[in-house]
């Protein structure tokens, strides 16, 4: 069975590969994401994860599973998306400084006519930042490609205090939980690492 994940996302192809799925192809989903502009951010994720999974099953063979996902950060119900540019990301982090935010992810799992879409939700705490910290964040250039301005698997870890939740999720896909999803359509991701499959 061909698995497709609708993403170019470095850090998706990754964890899929950590969960002991090796063998699939990446399509781009190509949809256009500020259609969705304005929704709550539970919903936003759910929608847009859907919809990458609807725009690249029109362009595969219909017995593939498609994997779909779509992360935004979120302070007080407020949606925090890519910075624009240097000044922005450092607007958004300095936001984000010694408060506690949340990030979404909403995941997509299809199968022909069969879909399950879920999110998850989980809690990061920054520690208080010194204007030049932030500088010098942003000057490592990892802001500019990450909802909220940061990574966690990258310099950005050194900016958070505390999780409360799915750590993958704040890389953009929630593990745990795609592993549940997918065992709905038959994949047993620890069977897949065992190589038993």
């Known amino acids: 069975m061909d698995i497709i994940l609708a993403s170019q996302s470095p850090r998706r192809r990754e964890l899929l590969e950590r969960m002991g799925i090796t063998r699939f192809k990446t399509v781009s989903p190509d949809i256009d994401e500020r259609a969705f502009d304005g929704l709550p951010?539970?919903?936003?994720?759910?929608?847009?994860?859907?919809?990458?999974?609807?725009?690249?099953?029109?362009?595969v063979d219909d017995g593939a599973i498609i994997i779909a996902a779509d992360t935004v950060v979120a302070l007080d119900g407020t949606v925090l998306g890519k910075p624009g540019d240097d000044l922005e990301a450092f607007k958004m982090l300095s936001t984000l400084s010694g408060v506690r935010h949340q990030v979404y992810t909403g995941v997509t799992v299809l199968l022909g006519g069969e879909r399950f879409t879920e999110h998850e939700v989980t809690d990061v705490t920054f520690r208080e930042l010194s204007e030049q910290e932030i500088e010098q964040?942003?000057?490592?250039?990892?802001?500019?490609?990450?909802?909220?301005?940061?990574?966690?698997?990258?310099?950005?870890?050194?900016?958070?205090?505390?999780?409360?939740?799915?750590?993958?999720?704040?890389?953009?896909?929630?593990?745990?939980?795609?592993?549940?999803?997918?065992?709905?359509?038959?994949?047993?991701?620890?069977?897949?690492?065992?190589?038993?499959?």
């Open 41 to 59: 951010p539970e919903e936003l994720v759910r929608r847009l994860s859907a919809e990458k999974a609807g725009a690249v099953a029109d362009r």
């Open 137 to 197: 964040y942003v000057a490592t250039g990892e802001p500019m490609d990450k909802a909220g301005a940061y990574g966690i698997q990258g310099y950005g870890a050194l900016l958070i205090e505390g999780i409360s939740g799915d750590y993958y999720n704040v890389m953009g896909l929630p593990v745990c939980r795609l592993g549940r999803m997918l065992s709905r359509f038959g994949i047993d991701c620890l069977r897949l690492a065992a190589g038993q499959d």
